[in-house]
């Protein structure tokens, strides 16, 4: 079990630019979370994934922010056309498959830290 | 948005001390996460309670939830410097939704 990794852990970027990070959870968890953490505040969701299908997505997923989990493994988030206001830390979380119930200990990876200049 | 809020916001105790961070929240839950988070590094999950439960203990943590009161608390005994990070409280809602939803953290300082 190597944990979740994120890639890559910096990024710096001009306003403007499209930026794409990469998560890859723990083997044989299908599930996927992206959530956003800015400097003093808790994280916040963005959007989760069960195998390929994307079920749930925060209204903070503005139109500029789309995500990919195209083979049910590795997941993608890109940002178009960035703004100041997406420096942020991007946290990817995975957990597996539920047994029943609602009740999810959810693992984090490192995250990327997003600066837009 | 937020739907806990944590209190203190900062807290600063001496090595061998006990910690007790205390948390809000507004709807009703399925369960209450406890995630500690190192400086600048990613979530680490610590304990969870379910909505039916009232107390629970894992080595020297001891977490209690109120559901009446939408308040939780989590006692760290005979604290560590390793212990100093910020800490979160989450909640999932259940009802078709897993994602969590945090507060804004504790952080805590432990003085050698």
């Known amino acids: 079990d190597t944990g979740v990794s994120q890639d890559p852990r910096h990024k710096i970027t001009k306003r403007g630019q499209n930026v794409t990070f990469r998560c890859d959870p723990i083997?044989?968890?299908?599930?996927l979370y992206w959530y956003r953490q800015t400097l003093g505040q808790g994280p916040e969701f963005l959007t989760y994934?069960?195998?390929?299908?994307?079920?749930?997505k925060s209204r903070l997923l503005s139109d500029r922010f789309s995500a990919e989990r195209p083979k049910g493994s590795f997941s993608t988030l890109e940002i178009q056309r960035t703004e100041q206001g997406d420096s942020a830390m991007y946290l990817c979380?995975?957990?597996?498959?539920?047994?029943?119930?609602?009740?999810?200990?959810?693992?984090f990876g490192p995250g990327t830290r997003l600066t837009v200049l | 948005s937020q739907q806990g809020e944590e209190d203190p916001q900062a807290l600063s105790i001496q090595e061998g001390e006990n910690a007790t961070m205390n948390c809000s929240y507004k709807?009703?839950?399925?369960?209450l996460q406890w995630y500690r988070q190192n400086s600048g590094r990613g979530l680490v999950h610590l304990i969870l309670?379910?909505?039916?439960?009232r107390e629970k203990h894992s080595g020297r943590l001891r977490v209690t939830l109120d559901t009446s009161k939408k308040s939780s608390s989590l006692l760290i005994t005979a604290s560590r410097a390793a212990d100093t990070a910020s800490y979160f409280c989450?909640?999932?809602?259940?009802?078709?939704?897993?994602?969590?939803?945090f507060g804004k953290g504790t952080k805590l300082s432990v003085i050698p």
């Open positions: 979380a995975s957990s597996p498959p539920l047994a029943g119930g609602y009740t999810d200990t959810q693992y």
């Open positions: 083997s044989e968890h299908n599930r």
């Open positions: 994934f069960q195998n390929e299908a994307q079920l749930e």
């Open positions: 709807t009703s839950i399925n369960n």
């Open positions: 309670i379910r909505s039916n439960e």
């Open positions: 989450a909640t999932q809602s259940g009802a078709g939704s897993y994602q969590l939803t």
